[in-house]
């Protein structure tokens, strides 16, 4: 008899921690599957939005996104409390901070009497995703609790410890390449200019601040030594505006096919942080994401970036002045295609041995093989 697996999410398409985390693999699970969605990608988009919008369009976004939640997770809640599932999986919260006592009821009512594995990449205590009530449900009822780093799991009560496991978030789409083919296309553009990429959230466009000049100085070093120009793509949900005189920027709005063929077209993937306590909860998946196609990577020393990279497949860059910073790692990477070939060739070998999908589905199809309850 096939298992019956329920899969919580925030929206199945658009919300990154939801499909990279859980959707791109339930494609391969066995069993009777139900994705139980909170937002439609319509709404979701115009919640994301929002910010972009008057104070009081604002608020009436916020207000019918925050009812629409609550009544799928209420719908869903009961369906599956009819259903039985044998599996449910949360992908960080059923639902905003402010949870209804009603839903909390039915939250427990549901996660009391069935397998629970709950799932975060982020710090969704800080940036308040998550109710102190329902963490405290999830942290008793989860059978495992499921994330990205040492971090995070520091935010589990001592005595929940013990159910966490770590499982960093990779990538599964962007295969498929022909890696000599794809290794030769950005050899070949290299000889004429020098791609960055960048991919992410508005709410992190602001990392930005922290690098923009040293940016546009490797653009002017790279246009005075080899004659090329610099182009920094910005794959978002916003747009970048900086004033720079060498440095390109391009902005392109994000969608995962676009994503996954600006990686493809680039030369060195990016990740910059500012250091505080949002950052240190991050999973590194941008960094991730350019590995996983050979695509040599510079990061800012912070939190789990320091376990992405390493001294082969490319530069961690740190404010202490000891550290290499942004301008040398970009121009020691790019200064010849022999070398970038081997900084690519590095970040390949590693995405495969620390990062791979394969693992991390392996790892689901064990945990849905488990009958724990």
């Given at each position: ?55 009081f369009r604002r608020i009436l976004v916020g207000v019918f996104y925050y009812i629409i939640l609550v ?173 720079t005189n060498f440095l390109e920027i391009r902005n392109i709005e994000w969608d995962r096919e676009v ?115």
């Amino acid at each position: 008899m096939k298992k019956k697996i329920s899969i919580y999410v925030r929206n199945k398409k658009i919300t990154p921690s939801s499909y990279y985390r859980i959707i791109q693999y339930s494609v391969f699970f066995d069993g009777d599957i139900k994705i139980r969605e909170n937002s439609p990608s319509k709404i979701y988009k115009k919640q994301l939005n929002s910010q972009s919008l008057n104070f009081f369009r604002r608020i009436l976004v916020g207000v019918f996104y925050y009812i629409i939640l609550v009544v799928r997770t209420s719908f869903s809640l009961c369906k599956d409390l009819i259903w039985k599932p044998d599996y449910v999986i949360v992908s960080k919260s059923f639902c905003p901070k402010h949870t209804p006592a009603f839903l909390n009821f039915l939250i427990k009512k549901l996660v009391e009497t069935t397998t629970v594995y709950w799932d975060y990449d982020d710090n969704i205590f800080l940036n308040k995703e998550i109710s102190k009530k329902q963490a405290k449900i999830l942290m008793k009822y989860s059978n495992k609790i499921i994330v990205t780093n040492d971090f995070l799991k520091g935010f589990i009560d001592d005595k929940y410890k013990d159910k966490v496991i770590l499982m960093p978030t990779t990538d599964g789409d962007l295969q498929g390449f022909n890696s000599t083919e794809l290794k030769k296309s950005r050899k070949s553009a290299l000889k004429k200019e020098v791609r960055i990429v960048w991919v992410g959230t508005s709410s992190n466009l602001k990392n930005f601040d922290i690098i923009i000049n040293e940016l546009e100085k490797v653009a002017e070093l790279v246009q005075e030594q080899y004659k090329k120009r610099t182009i920094l793509t910005i794959v978002c949900n916003a747009k970048l505006i900086k004033k720079t005189n060498f440095l390109e920027i391009r902005n392109i709005e994000w969608d995962r096919e676009v994503s996954k063929k600006e990686i493809y077209a680039a030369h060195i993937g990016i990740m910059p942080l500012i250091q505080n306590n949002y950052s240190l909860g991050k999973g590194g998946f941008k960094l991730v994401q350019y590995i996983s196609t050979g695509l040599p990577v510079v990061g800012s020393g912070v939190g789990y970036n320091n376990e992405v990279i390493d001294l082969n497949c490319g530069y961690i860059v740190d404010d202490n002045l000891t550290s290499i910073h942004w301008i040398d790692a970009i121009l020691k990477i790019i200064e010849s295609p022999l070398i970038w070939e081997t900084y690519s060739d590095a970040a390949y070998s590693r995405w495969k041995q620390k990062f791979s999908f394969e693992t991390n589905l392996l790892s689901w199809k064990e945990l849905l093989s488990r009958n724990e309850v």
